[in-house]
C-alpha cells in the first residue's frame, strides 16, 4: 500500500477534463508545498508534469494543471488527447519517519475513450 | 542537457548483493541543491523511492530498506553508485536514477533487474 492515496483508474473522452486526485497526510502533501506529478507511458521513464504543487516544466501542455487543498492534491488535464494516456504518479516530500524524504502515490491509470 | 543512465546487472540470485551505476552529464553533483535519487518500479506496480544523495554527501535513505542499501557519488566520474544488500524475488524491478532539485526531474531509462536462483 502507496504512502499517497489515488484512484486505481480514471477515463474521459477527447476534448472532455479529468481531475486525478492524491490524498496524504499534514506530514506530506499538507505541510509541504514539494508535490510533483509524472506521466508514464508503458515501457518508459516517469516524466514530471507538475512540480511544487501547480507548477509546469519547459515544454510540458497548458493542459496540465496542478493544485492543492489541505492533505490533497489534484492533477487536471483538460482538452484530453489520445496521447495523454498513460498512468499518471503523485509524489511529495515527507517529514515522516517511517517513509523517509519522498514518497510516491499508487499511479492513476488514465484512459482516453 | 542533463541524461542520466542506469548500469548494473540483469539478473542477481537471492541473498547477493546488488550494485548499479547511475553514469550522468548536464550537471554536477558539487553544485549546491542537487542531488540524484533512485526509485523502483515492480513489474505492473507503482513506485517506489528508494535513497536520495546531495551535493554535500547528505545521505538519505527509505526507513523500510534502511538497513540494506548505501548510496555513494563519485563526483569526478559523475557516477552515483547504489548497493543493495541481501536481494530477494520481490525486489524485482525497474530500477531508475533521477536529477533532484528539490523533485525528480530528469530521469534515467530504468535497468530492469531480476532476482531469480
Known amino acids: 500500500q502507496s504512502a499517497l492515496t489515488q484512484p486505481a483508474s480514471v477515463s474521459g473522452s477527447p476534448g472532455q477534463s479529468i481531475t486525478i486526485s492524491c490524498t496524504g497526510t499534514s506530514s506530506d502533501v499538507g505541510g509541504y508545498n514539494y508535490v510533483s506529478w509524472y506521466q508514464q507511458h508503458p515501457g518508459k521513464a516517469p516524466k514530471l508534469m507538475i512540480y511544487?504543487?501547480?507548477n509546469r516544466p519547459s515544454g510540458v501542455s497548458n493542459r496540465f494543471s496542478g493544485s492543492k487543498s489541505g492533505n490533497t492534491a489534484s492533477l487536471t488535464i483538460s482538452g484530453l488527447q489520445a496521447e495523454d494516456e498513460a498512468d499518471y504518479y503523485c509524489?511529495?516530500?515527507?517529514?515522516?519517519?517511517?517513509?523517509?524524504?519522498?514518497?510516491f502515490g499508487g499511479g492513476t491509470k488514465l484512459t482516453v475513450l | 542537457q542533463i541524461t542520466l543512465k542506469e548500469s548494473g546487472p540483469t539478473l542477481v540470485k537471492p541473498t547477493q548483493t546488488l550494485t548499479l551505476t547511475c553514469t550522468f552529464s548536464?550537471?554536477?553533483?558539487?553544485?549546491?541543491?542537487?542531488?540524484v535519487g533512485w526509485i523502483r518500479q515492480p513489474p505492473g506496480k507503482a513506485l517506489e523511492w528508494l535513497a536520495l544523495i546531495y551535493w554535500n554527501d547528505d545521505k538519505r535513505y527509505s526507513p523500510s530498506l534502511k538497513s540494506r542499501l548505501t548510496i555513494t557519488k563519485d563526483t569526478s566520474k559523475n557516477q552515483v553508485v547504489l548497493t543493495m544488500t541481501n536481494m530477494d524475488p520481490v525486489d524485482t524491478a525497474t530500477y531508475y536514477c533521477a536529477h533532484n532539485r528539490g523533485d525528480f526531474d530528469y530521469w534515467g531509462q530504468g535497468t530492469l533487474v531480476t532476482v531469480s536462483s
Open positions: 548536464g550537471f554536477s553533483l558539487s553544485t549546491s541543491g542537487v542531488g
Open positions: 509524489s511529495s516530500y515527507t517529514s515522516s519517519s517511517t517513509l523517509g524524504n519522498w514518497v
Open positions: 511544487d504543487v501547480s
